[in-house]
């Protein structure tokens, strides 16, 4: 009798020195919600975390968005090139596409397409047939920080890999004649263009 009672007694300090934990999912539920009640409440950016789909979920209706401006005013400006060269030069026969993701734009292996995927490029100009036949990426001052030159690297690599023409205006270059004298070849390959622009 005695042993049970000792027995008893150590099970109860047991349970009072080392309670039960909560589940991991609902102890990482309240650490989000409870991030959520910080960030938005002093305007901070959220921690980046590995959220599931129901914390993913519970943070967007926590949180309020705002739309902004899809390009700058230096993208703009090669977007209304890149628009006027495909009107006046290809007959309209181009389309051009901005903020293009390059993970629906390729396809490769499992492991290929995991480099891409999450990357973006700046233009992608398709084809009638909405085959991609271009990029262009415009790269300024702040390009050339950290890594942004590996991924560069990437983005050029895989896109010419697949037969696509990868153009690249840096920072200080003259736009205007870069993207005339880039796409103006390109145009030129097609037979029935090549008349229209020479």
Known sequence: ???????????VVLSILFPK??????????????????????NQKPTKLSYEKNDQLSITLNN???????????EEEV?????RMIYQHAKGQYKINMQTSLGETLKSTYEGHRTINSKRVDFCIVDRDFMPVAV????????YQGDALIREEIKRAAIESAG??????????????????????LFKSSPQLAQDIT
């Open 136 to 143: 262009v990426e415009v790269n300024g001052a702040g390009h």
């Open 64 to 74: 309020k968005y705002e739309k902004q401006r899809l390009i700058n005013k230096t």
């Open 21 to 42: 934990k909560k589940s991991r999912y609902v102890s990482r539920w309240k650490r989000a919600n409870k991030e959520i009640g910080q960030t938005t409440s002093q």
């Open 164 to 185: 696509i023409k990868y153009i690249a205006i840096r920072e200080n270059e003259n736009i205007n004649e870069k993207l005339v004298r880039e796409l103006g070849n």
């Open 1 to 11: 009798m005695d042993y049970l009672l000792i027995l008893l007694v150590f099970v």
């Open 79 to 83: 977007y209304k090139i890149i628009l």
